[in-house]
Every structure is written in C-alpha cells, then in structure tokens.
C-alpha cells in the first residue's frame, strides 16, 4: 500500500497499542481511542495487572519494531514449571531444551512501553473514548463524548468485549460464539523477602495443581511473584461457598500451605478482589468494508496456554507482511482472516485442553513419564518430533493449526506407547525409531 492513510484504531492495550507501532513505521497516520484512561497516569484497573508469559511469538513481532532489547530488560526467565504438591514437595518440569523459556512479564509495564514507543513515532492516543456508534459505510466512529471520526480505516482492537465487534454483530451472516468456563481468577501477592530477594525459585512459573483447580505464581522484577487462583465459580469448594474470612483462611492454609506461608494479606486479598470470568469468544467474518478486527475482539482465548498477548501479536506481524502484497485494505483483510482464522480456532482449543494438564495431570507420575518419554524423542529426532508444546511456544515459524494436527497424532501414537507392558521400567528401551516411523506414517494416513 503506497498511499499513506488515516487508521483509527479502537483500544489502547497491547495489540492496539502495537499494531499502531507497525503503521506508523510505514508512514501512516495514526489515532487510538481508548475507553480508559491513561495508565501511565492512574492506577490500573484490578484484574488487568495478571502477568504474562511472553514467549517467540510475541518477542518476534516485538523485535521487527525493535523493542526486543527494552522489554527483556524487565522480563524474568522461567525455563520450567515447579509442581508444588500438598506436602511441599517440588517438581521440575522443563519447557523445552537447554536455553529454552518463556518470559514472565507485566501486562502494564509492557502497555506503557508500546504507547511510549507509539507516540514517539507521532501515534495520537485518545483515552477516556466510549465508542458508541460505527458506521461501516462512511468508515466513521462516533463516541459518547465527541463527535464522528472517519478515517480511511477502522481497526478493533478492544478486547474481548469489542464494541467494535458488537456493530458488526447486527449485520447479517455474522457467526459469533462466546463460552465461559465453570472457572473464574483471583490475584494473590508473595511479596520479596526482607532483603529484597525471591522466596520461591526466581527462573519458573509456579503451579500447585488441586485436580480440579489451581493456583500458579509468576516473578516480577522486585523479587514478589503474582499468584492467580483459577477456581469454580460455584460448587461445594469455590468462591460462591468460601463467604467468610475463616473460611477463606483454612483453605488457602490446608490446600495450598507452603504458599500461604510466604503471601502477604492473603485473606483480605482474596476477600476484597472480585473473582474475574474466563471466555472464549469466536466469530466470524472479521472484516466488514474497511473495518477489521483483531486480537481479543476477534478471537480471545483463556491463558492457559499462555498465548493471548503472543498470538494477538502475531496477528500484528502477519497483517503487516499482508499491508506489502496488496493495494487496498478490502483485499488485505481478506486474506488475514483466511489466514488466521484457522491458526486462533486451534490456540483456542490447545488452550483449554491446557488447563485441564495444568490443573490435573502435571503431577501425575504417568504424565510425567508421558513427558520424559517425549522429551527422549524429541533429544534422538530433534527434527521429526517436536513436543506440542515446543511448537507452540518455542516454534513461532509453524502455524498453530499445524501444531495442532500434529499433536493430535503425536497424542494418538503416545496412547499406545503407553500400553507398553511395565513401561515404568523399560521406557528406556523402547524403539524411539519405530515410534517416530509411526509419526511419518500416520502423517501419511491422518
């Protein structure tokens, strides 16, 4: 696209405030609108400060705007999960190879730098923007507050609940689905030790899998960690049954004991924050004229995969590389929706059948073996056996949609390795060729 345009993009956090990045770099006008005010000038909203595991997708879009050496500065490496079970006892679990992690990471301080680096680029960013109205023809945005806007482009990129996406929700052929799980979150705080220093391992994510819900622990740079109870909602252990503050307290020292030791107000933080839903949401066309949405608006997913931040922002990188091969943003936004929608259907799905392994399988001693034997295959055939996860977290140059199909095979072929008599004690003379044989051959027959 030669002709330098107008976009106005709905929504100011992560995938906006990026996608704005990209735009401007190619010499376009820019203008975010944002229904919040300016984070970097008031508190953020509770439940929006929830870490992030920012790992090569996400860094990849981050490095083609040159931000990858500014943001590491601040991210904490976590090579691994550590299983902490009733008792106390820890489990480690590595995400990949040697030099392999994923990166704990603040939403806000990651949002701010975007904006920063946005406006230095000549990005006009407008905050305490209700959008109310959007007129799809005449390419116009009306706000509660001001009057229309146009501009040659509109993006949506606010979120899972998108007033963008809402507008073109009452046009016809429009598919939209939404899907909240049984679970909700609340956030709980380990602070630093006295001297300033980690109290739980600073390289990992923590999990303390309870079956049928969890509570995980990411490291911030001051040396505390953000805890996240994923939780029912309702139940005979869930929010709606914990109401009193002794309640609370006995649950929080019987079910998770070595964490309740080290966190600070733990009663009062889980009396006081309101517990958020989790939702899926998928729709379908994103594109309606020269209006797109992307990110959360057009896909979010549950974090249990940890890829919401990573695939919007891949998003980001593919729509721009798609700006060099057409002229006119019809064409463009139709094939970025052709192109994506397949990739975020499959990160969705690997994401809820993630929380059921992090809740309920990663301290089962099957899984684990499960786990060593596939890290065995993947060590003798780095190239023909690539963990799921390793696809998704660690491969950014293979699509979701094809990490997807082939852990599905993988899945199917571990099954009946599995069944191998007295596994337990022989896994370390099974036929890893032949296993890996079986990979190209269902391949052949999927």
Request: charged share 25%; proline share 4%; glycine share 6%.
């Amino acid at each position: 696209m030669k002709n330098k345009q107008h976009i106005a993009i709905a929504g100011a956090g992560l995938v906006g405030s990026l996608l704005s990045i990209y735009l401007a770099k190619r010499g376009h006008r820019v203008s975010v609108f944002e229904r919040r005010g300016d984070m970097r000038k008031q508190a953020v909203d509770g439940g929006r400060s929830i870490n992030l595991a920012l790992s090569n997708r996400g860094l990849r879009a981050l490095d083609e705007v040159g931000l990858t050496n500014e943001i590491r500065r601040t991210a904490i490496p976590m090579h691994g999960r550590v299983m902490h079970d009733r008792s106390g006892k820890l489990t480690f679990q590595p995400y990949g190879k040697t030099g392999q992690f994923i990166n704990s990471i603040s939403r806000s301080n990651l949002n701010i730098v975007l904006m920063d680096k946005a406006e230095s680029l000549g990005v006009e960013f407008h905050f305490e923007q209700r959008l109310t109205t959007i007129d799809f023809d005449k390419t116009q945005i009306s706000f509660s507050n001001s009057g229309p806007s146009e501009s040659d482009t509109i993006i949506g990129a606010d979120g899972a609940f998108s007033t963008v996406r809402s507008g073109m929700q009452i046009n016809d052929r429009f598919d939209y689905s939404q899907n909240y799980i049984a679970h909700g979150y609340k956030e709980l705080h380990i602070p630093a030790s006295e001297n300033g220093g980690f109290q739980l391992e600073k390289n990992a994510l923590h999990i303390w899998p309870r079956e049928s819900f969890m509570l995980i622990a990411l490291p911030n740079p001051d040396g505390s960690f953000t805890c996240t109870l994923f939780f029912p909602f309702e139940g005979p252990l869930s929010f709606s049954s914990l109401k009193k503050e002794k309640e609370v307290a006995e649950f929080l020292k019987q079910t998770f004991p070595d964490a309740e030791a080290l966190m600070a107000n733990a009663v009062e933080g889980f009396m006081n924050s309101p517990a958020s839903s989790l939702v899926t949401v998928k729709c379908f066309p994103w594109a309606k004229n020269n209006t797109l949405l992307i990110g959360d608006a057009a896909h979010a997913i549950v974090p249990f995969y940890g890829q919401g931040m990573n695939a919007g922002f891949e998003d980001c990188r593919v729509l721009n590389q798609l700006i060099d091969k057409a002229d006119d943003w019809k064409s463009i936004f139709s094939e970025f929706q052709k192109t994506r929608k397949p990739d975020t259907d499959s990160i969705a799905e690997l994401a809820l059948d993630n929380f059921i392994e992090m809740r309920d399988l990663v301290a089962d001693a099957k899984f684990l073996l499960r786990k060593k034997i596939e890290a065995k295959l993947n060590q003798l055939f780095p190239e023909k056996w690539i963990p799921l996860y390793s696809m998704v977290t660690f491969r950014e140059d293979i699509r979701y949609s094809d990490a997807l199909a082939i852990g599905q095979k993988q899945k199917k072929i571990m099954d009946g390795v599995m069944q191998t008599s007295d596994i337990e004690n022989n896994w370390e003379h099974l036929n890893f060729e032949g296993i890996v044989n079986k990979l190209d051959y269902d391949a052949q027959n999927f």
